[in-house]
């Protein structure tokens, strides 16, 4: 690497620095395993790399074939109780299924890749992927016992409880009470940006409460997404806001968390309104969710 394009960086600051010099070190720890230990090869694909991923979707092809050849065939033997579609394990156990095509496709492209070339290296491999997944399980650990506790205690029953009765003494309509859970999710949000923590945190509250005045959980799961998505990019908790703005700097140095948040607002704002609108006319409609699942 050039003095020039380390000088770059370092001017730049910010994730984005942190990002390139973490992949360096990462490269550089991994360099007599076959690691990258150059900047550019993590910008480029090799042919082998390409005709692995070619190998990869056609093994998800054909694995998508034989899944839902397995789901709809008269005598599949996965078929649910009176050859029910909707109660197959295929689908009611969909987790299975989807970790045998990662599993699949990941195999197919280590092999074509020449990352796999016995079969003691797909555990080994399996066991490096758990490592990096490790944040991610001890934010579930968390969440866990938090959840446990919240059993527990009947907490949040009560909370659903007296917070139904509050929503039927005010009777408000759909519409006012869909904005206002959107509304919630959208402020708290800035607080805790993770979807599935916010989520693990909020459902065993709002699903119960809203429950008892009418509204399903897959709509209320249609409001959570609704006000979390669009403010993932104007909250300064979440760790890509931070990673937008190291880029946004090696560009326009002078930038900082209010330029990033005058520039993404408007796209905030317009996603939030325009996805609730669309939320309500398919409401209005009544058209369902999905399989078997009503809007109303």
Known sequence: ????????????????????????????????????????????????????????????GVFLIAYFSL?????????????????????TDVAVPIALAFLVVGITY???????????????LMARSIKELSGVIVLFFAAAQFIAYFGWSNMGTV????????????????????????LLVATFNFA???????????A??????????GTSPEVTQMLF????????????????????LGYMQRYYPK???GTLISLTLPVAVALLVSWFLFFMLWFALGIPLGPGVPVR
């Open 255 to 257: 930038a900082g968390i």
């Open 225 to 244: 997404r609704i006000g979390d998505s669009p403010t993932n990019i104007i909250s300064p908790m979440s760790p890509y806001f931070a990673l937008v």
């Open 192 to 202: 805790i940006t993770s979807g599935s923590a916010q989520y693990t945190l909020m």
């Open 1 to 60: 690497m050039t003095e020039r394009m380390r000088h770059e960086e370092d001017a730049a600051g910010g994730a984005a620095t942190a990002v390139l010099s973490a992949g360096r070190e990462r490269a550089q720890d991994g360099a007599q395993d076959g690691a990258i230990t150059d900047d550019a090869e993590l910008l480029t694909y090799s042919r082998r790399e390409v005709a692995a991923l070619k190998a990869s979707l056609v093994a998800l």
């Open 204 to 213: 065993p509250v709002l699903d119960p409460m809203l429950m008892l005045v």
């Open 71 to 91: 789901l709809f065939l008269p005598v599949s033997p996965f078929r649910g109780e009176g050859s029910d579609v909707l109660e197959s394990a295929l689908l």
């Open 159 to 182: 909370l659903a409880i007296e917070g139904a009765q509050v929503l039927e003494q005010l009777d408000l309509p759909a519409g006012v009470l869909f904005a206002g859970v959107v």
């Open 110 to 124: 280590g092999i074509k890749a020449g990352t796999i070339t016995r079969p003691g290296d797909i555990p080994e």
